[in-house]
């Protein structure tokens, strides 16, 4: 339940969760990688924080690969940039040649991917129309690196109903946003064995899809996750999953990191 607004700060945030952030090392880590990737530090940092500042803006970044720009619509993606780009929640670096990403909104974490080093390649799965317009914008003179499919990717193939919100960042499958559509999902076993056979591998598979992210890996065949580098699955807090046999974890926040511990050594 939202509180009043005499008790949000930073950002309508609240206070619990204020109090409970000085104690999160990822935000310590987050903070200096803002600093480091982004030119405008201070007023990425006001924005985050204090959700100030008018929408669309554009943050400009420095990447391996030199400097680029992401375009941000509203708000909430401040926050992602900051997950994605600043505390790297999916960290990649210029080994990661084959990505799946699997709820790409906007394509933050996909120019992430593509801008760690420039033989890298991103096969990209979001069903909002609203996201993927926004996605091509920010991946503008990527597109030979990237694929993208306008489908949800799940534990099934077929229709199925799908949450959308104003914001993008919120929805997917059974989620009750208010706004429901139909949009076509394949089944997670077709999407790696087809990208299996064109890559013959693939370096990470990034899971954020608000709420399947667990059932969807549960579903994968042994023998194709056995060929997996690493499985990045954004959780609930609260939220918990088993991990994949042969797999290590690492907890990152309410990131869950899996590393397949035959093809890294981390």
């Known amino acids: 339940r939202s509180r009043p607004p005499s008790v949000r700060l930073l950002g309508r945030r609240p206070w619990q969760r204020v109090v409970r952030a000085v104690f999160g090392r990822q935000h310590y880590r987050a903070l200096v990688g803002m600093a480091r990737t982004c030119p405008d530090f201070a007023q990425v940092l006001c924005r985050y924080l204090f959700g100030v500042g008018d929408y669309p803006w554009v943050a400009r970044l420095r990447t391996p690969v030199g400097p680029w720009e992401a375009h941000l619509f509203v708000r909430d993606d401040v926050l992602t940039l900051n997950e994605v780009f600043c505390r790297e929640d999916y960290p990649a670096d210029g080994s990661t040649d084959v990505v799946v990403d699997v709820g790409s909104n906007i394509g933050l974490s996909a120019l992430y991917f593509l801008t760690r080093s420039p033989n890298s390649r991103c096969y990209l799965f979001e069903p909002v129309p609203q996201n993927v317009a926004r996605l091509r914008l920010n991946l503008a003179g990527l597109e030979r690196r990237y694929t993208l499919a306008e489908t949800a990717v799940g534990a099934e193939d077929g229709m199925v109903e799908f949450g959308v919100e104003p914001t993008g960042r919120y929805g997917g499958i059974g989620v009750r946003t208010g706004t429901m559509t139909q949009v076509p ?67 990152y926040g309410t990131t869950w990191q899996f590393y397949n511990q035959s093809r890294s050594s981390r």
Do not use: M, W
């Open 185 to 251: 999902c394949e089944h997670i076993n077709g999407v790696l064995g087809r990208i299996l056979a064109a890559e013959g591998r693939i370096d990470v598979l990034k899971i954020d899809t608000e709420g399947q992210e667990a059932r969807t890996l549960a579903a994968i065949d042994p023998l194709l996750l056995d060929r997996l580098g690493r499985v990045y699955l954004e959780l609930a807090p609260g939220e918990a999953v088993d991990t994949p046999s042969g797999f290590r974890l690492l907890r």
